[in-house]
């Protein structure tokens, strides 16, 4: 099983704040998602990295994935109250296993 | 498109009683899977499916059936609920296992 842990597990922040949400593993993925989840809905995909050390801006958001394909990390600059929600890391195996890992998640809270 | 929907949104057993959550797309995906959430764990994978008629077992499928006889119907049954089972149910479809997981609104279940 390729394990996927997300660091930290919870992070409250102020409004205006830059933060870093960090995805990391022992086993190498093909390719990384990541989603966000709102209170009552199910995720729905924010962005996803293919190529070892690639870098994709959506906005205020900055996705990252490692040279290695181990792991990845996404930044948020200066933070909103809309940013609030719950992120998940998920990872496509390298190898035989057609299904994603998906990481424990990040709950971020933006306070205005 | 509705996309992936889910019913109920809301449900209470009784240890012991049994139920099937409904899942339907509308995206003509051959890859349909069921998720658990629960607090700091991510999404656990219950069961999933590679097209109609074909099954197969994920990371926790103990309590848990499913069967796909139509490419749009995913249904996932509690043979006998434990409050064990207590938990946010995910329904998801994708192109496959490792693409973008387009997820439904969840059920929240109560298991007393």
């Known amino acids: 099983t390729q394990l996927l842990e997300q660091s930290p597990q919870f992070l409250s922040i102020q409004e205006g704040e830059n933060l870093t949400v960090y995805c990391n593993s022992s086993s190498v993925f093909s390719s990384l998602q990541w989603y966000r989840q709102e209170p009552g809905e199910g995720p729905v995909l924010l962005v996803t990295v293919v190529t070892g050390g690639e870098v994709k801006k959506l906005k205020r958001l900055t996705f990252q994935f490692g040279d290695a394909r181990k792991d990845s990390s996404l930044h948020i600059t200066a933070a909103q109250p809309g940013d609030t929600g719950l992120y998940l890391c998920a990872g496509a195996p390298s190898g035989s296993a057609r299904q994603l890992t998906f990481g424990s998640g990040t709950q971020l809270t933006v306070l205005p | 498109n509705a996309g992936v929907t889910q019913t109920p949104k809301f449900q209470v057993l009784k240890t012991g009683q049994s139920m099937t959550l409904q899942c339907a797309q509308d995206?003509?995906?051959?890859?349909m899977s069921w998720y658990r959430q629960d607090p700091g764990m991510g999404l656990r994978l219950i069961h999933y499916?590679?097209?109609?008629?074909?099954?197969d077992q994920g990371e926790v499928p103990n309590g848990y059936n499913v069967s796909r006889s139509t490419t749009e119907d995913f249904p996932l049954r509690l043979l006998s609920a434990a409050p064990s089972q207590t938990s946010v149910y995910f329904c998801a479809s994708s192109l496959t296992g490792y693409n973008e997981q387009f997820f439904g609104p969840g059920t929240r279940l109560t298991v007393l």
């Open positions: 995206m003509n995906h051959e890859y």
């Open positions: 499916s590679v097209g109609a008629g074909i099954t």
